[in-house]
């Protein structure tokens, strides 16, 4: 039956009525959708690049500056900022979308100079020439004061670095040494001590910038859309630049005293009195003053307690992990890998994570996106002898292919020889194809597993020292001329490599609202335009809703952008795109300093946008932003970029 009138007045029926409702609703998703592209097009994206070299301009010593090094500018940076950025393209794009300004990158430990005296003061005129860039350029910026682990030389930072109570301490209760990653100095400064010297000189240092900031014209401080402090922030390690996987060598920080006496008052503070420490531990404590942080190895040290052992897995999960590539899938898909234990089916996850060491490693998989993880609970398994198999599912949707197994140890106190487990029979499955490459990862065979109660607490503990130092800082932002801005964190998201450890940097907890910060994170790889990302940054809202001192706002900043590979500037419209519909309100990412379109420094940064850097498509990325600067409108992306959720590969 016709649910409709033949007069086209009324509606009759239910069916009438959800069809007329249905209508309504597509016209309102339709008006949604205009009002979004408005409101994106009337709050434009800035893009903020961080440019190399600003420090020939605001550090210089002396009467003057290089006045063409600084693009005809004595006592400022603007003018070397102007000429790179007028390199890439107008300052506001021709669709009205983006806007171009830059992140000023200031030293903190290299504003200091040594007096006739002997003691490090401000160089205010270095403070000055700060406030100077941000006064003669007309662009919008974020102010990024940065002491992070990187060295930046200097005689300060090595007497800083030979003050133990500058550093934090590992498992053997010594400073942990000086260590490298790629050609840079790592400092392993300590993230505990809210009275060392360093500290001390960073909160000098930020209140000298703030004081000469502060005193510019309210026109100009506008010209601030917000500000980042200290940078990239967490806990060290040894062997900084490969250690940084699952493994059972296994050393992390800090182990000061201070860090041990901050660990049992928050014992204190979560379980009131002993009687419940050791019902949650399974421990035999006489009081909180026994605990010690886990720090030995059980397999090969000798404990006091069993609450001693630490590794990759006494949180009671276990990484499984890996990679796998199809020469014949479907691009636009990725395989599924299938974990099994004990025979039965577990999980099921995406073959889609990034690798970028399995790309530079093997380049005929075509693309870093091949890694995959699932993170299993093996607390909840019984003890004994456990099968993990690994199975693929083709992207075509072909047979499932068998890869590999390996046997587990779920251990007991005791360390009594495991038993076998029941097992059950896989499902059918096919042999590996010839066109399927692959590799686990992990978990090693045969793997014993200790599960230690007390390894979450000290990670919890670790993750809060880190989330408290940003917020010391944060606070010297607020208190400033600056502070009804936004000040944003600057912090790396482990957890987007498959491959890390994210406990040994006890970050987690920075990432959420408890510092009272507005979300700062850098991006590298399919962390830029992969769904995971986007996943996260709305889950994310949603645990936050209501909480804190922004109430889980959408707003965030990418404080370091680079897809790692090239894209076409409609690609690349697209990433930028999905960022500020999710709540982006700046964008940074490394540019190369220019004079006239000309580089005038020797060396480049490898994550550089800049046309003649081709490391990890360096080149194509600076072309399609100064394509998408200069262009009016943009056509959809030649392939699909990942815009919905992480459950479809």
């Given at each position: 039956m016709n649910q409709f009138p033949q007069d086209g007045n009324s509606v009759s029926g239910p069916l009438g009525w959800a069809a007329a409702l249905a209508l309504?609703?597509?016209?309102?998703?339709?008006?949604?959708?205009?009002?979004?592209?408005?409101?994106?097009?009337?709050?434009?994206?800035?893009?903020?690049?961080?440019?190399?070299?600003?420090?020939?301009?605001?550090?210089?010593?002396?009467?003057?500056?290089?006045?063409?090094?600084?693009?005809?500018?004595?006592?400022?940076?603007?003018?070397?900022?102007?000429?790179?950025?007028?390199?890439?393209?107008?300052?506001?794009?021709?669709?009205?979308?983006?806007?171009?300004?830059?992140?000023?990158?200031?030293?903190?430990?290299?504003?200091?100079?040594?007096?006739?005296?002997?003691?490090?003061?401000?160089?205010?005129?270095a403070a000055k020439r700060v406030a100077n860039t941000i006064r003669r350029s007309e662009r919008p910026m974020v102010l990024y004061m940065f002491s992070t682990h990187f060295s930046v030389g200097g005689a300060l930072e090595k007497q800083l670095g030979a003050d133990p109570?500058?550093?934090?301490?590992?498992?053997?209760?010594?400073?942990?040494?000086?260590?490298?990653?790629?050609?840079?100095?790592?400092?392993?400064?300590?993230?505990?001590?809210?009275?060392?010297?360093?500290?001390?000189?960073?909160?000098?240092?930020?209140?000298?910038?703030?004081?000469?900031?502060?005193?510019?014209?309210?026109?100009?401080?506008?010209?601030?859309?917000?500000v980042t402090v200290l940078g990239e922030l967490h806990h060290l390690f040894p062997d900084f630049e490969s250690g940084m996987g699952v493994s059972t060598s296994y050393q992390v920080s800090d182990y000061s005293d201070q860090s041990i006496q901050g660990f049992r008052q928050f014992l204190r503070a979560r379980f009131v009195n002993v009687r419940a420490l050791n019902e949650a531990l399974g421990g035999d404590y006489r009081s909180f003053d026994e605990v010690v942080p886990p720090a030995?190895?059980?397999?090969?040290?000798?404990?006091?307690?069993?609450?001693?052992?630490?590794?990759?897995?006494?949180?009671?999960?276990?990484?499984?992990?890996?990679?796998?590539?199809?020469?014949?899938?479907?691009?636009?898909?990725?395989?599924?890998?299938?974990?099994?234990?004990?025979?039965?089916?577990?999980?099921?996850?995406?073959a889609n994570l990034a690798r970028q060491d399995v790309f530079t490693a093997v380049p005929s998989v075509?693309?870093?996106?091949?890694?995959?993880?699932?993170?299993?609970?093996?607390?909840?398994?019984?003890?004994?002898?456990?099968?993990?198999?690994?199975?693929?599912?083709?992207?075509?949707?072909?047979?499932?292919?068998?890869?590999?197994?390996?046997?587990?140890?779920?251990?007991?106190?005791?360390?009594?020889?495991?038993?076998?487990?029941?097992?059950?029979?896989?499902?059918?499955?096919?042999?590996?194809?010839?066109?399927?490459?692959?590799w686990l990862d992990a978990p090693s065979d045969q793997l014993s597993l200790y599960y230690n109660p007390?390894?979450?607490?000290?990670?919890?503990?670790?993750?809060?020292?880190?989330?408290?130092?940003?917020?010391?800082?944060?606070?010297?932002?607020?208190?400033?001329?600056?502070?009804?801005?936004?000040?944003?964190?600057?912090?790396?998201?482990?957890?987007?490599?498959?491959?890390?450890?994210?406990?040994?940097f006890a970050i987690d907890d920075s990432l959420g609202d408890s510092t009272g910060m507005q979300l700062g994170i850098s991006l590298y790889g399919r962390a830029t335009y992969g769904p995971e990302m986007i996943d996260w940054l709305r889950s994310r809202r949603s645990k936050v809703a209501g909480v804190g001192a922004h109430g889980g706002s959408r707003a965030y900043g990418v404080t370091e952008f680079h897809p790692l590979k090239g894209m076409s500037a409609r690609e690349l419209n697209q990433v930028l795109m999905r960022h500020h519909a999710e709540g982006a309100q700046f964008i940074s990412f490394f540019m190369e300093p220019r004079v006239k379109g000309k580089l005038f420094e020797p060396g480049i940064n490898l994550f550089s946008f800049d046309p003649q850097n081709v490391a990890y498509g360096s080149d194509s990325l600076y072309e399609a932003m100064a394509n998408i600067l200069r262009a009016k409108s943009h056509d959809e992306p030649s392939r699909a970029v990942a815009t919905g959720s992480a459950a479809t590969p």
């Open positions: 309504a609703l597509l016209i309102c998703l339709a008006w949604l959708g205009v009002d979004l592209q408005r409101d994106l097009a009337q709050k434009r994206l800035l893009l903020l690049p961080m440019i190399g070299a600003l420090d020939n301009c605001l550090l210089s010593r002396g009467p003057t500056s290089n006045v063409e090094t600084c693009g005809g500018d004595t006592d400022s940076a603007a003018g070397l900022i102007e000429g790179t950025l007028n390199s890439l393209g107008p300052r506001r794009s021709a669709d009205g979308i983006y806007e171009v300004g830059y992140t000023l990158n200031v030293p903190l430990l290299r504003l200091f100079t040594l007096s006739a005296d002997g003691r490090w003061v401000i160089d205010e005129a109570r500058n550093l934090a301490y590992g498992p053997t209760g010594q400073p942990m040494d000086k260590g490298r990653y790629y050609h840079l100095d790592i400092y392993p400064w300590s993230v505990v001590d809210h009275s060392n010297s360093l500290t001390r000189m960073r909160e000098t240092a930020i209140n000298a910038v703030l004081e000469q900031v502060c005193q510019l014209p309210l026109r100009d401080r506008k010209k601030v859309h917000g030995k190895d059980i397999r090969t040290q000798r404990l006091s307690r069993y609450q001693d052992h630490i590794d990759s897995y006494a949180t009671g999960v276990l990484p499984i992990s890996g990679w796998a590539h199809e020469v014949n899938g479907p691009s636009a898909k990725a395989p599924w890998i299938h974990i099994f234990v004990n025979g039965l089916p577990v999980a099921k996850v995406p075509g693309s870093a996106d091949v890694g995959w993880r699932y993170d299993l609970n093996y607390s909840a398994l019984a003890k004994g002898m456990h099968r993990i198999d690994i199975a693929l599912e083709p992207a075509d949707g072909g047979p499932m292919q068998y890869l590999a197994g390996r046997w587990v140890g779920v251990m007991g106190r005791d360390q009594a020889p495991p038993r076998l487990a029941p097992q059950s029979p896989l499902p059918p499955m096919s042999a590996k194809r010839s066109g399927t490459s692959f007390l390894v979450p607490h000290w990670h919890e503990y670790r993750q809060r020292q880190v989330t408290d130092y940003l917020k010391h800082f944060a606070s010297l932002v607020r208190h400033s001329c600056l502070g009804s801005g936004s000040v944003y964190t600057h912090q790396i998201v482990p957890f987007a490599n498959p491959g890390w450890d994210a406990s040994r």
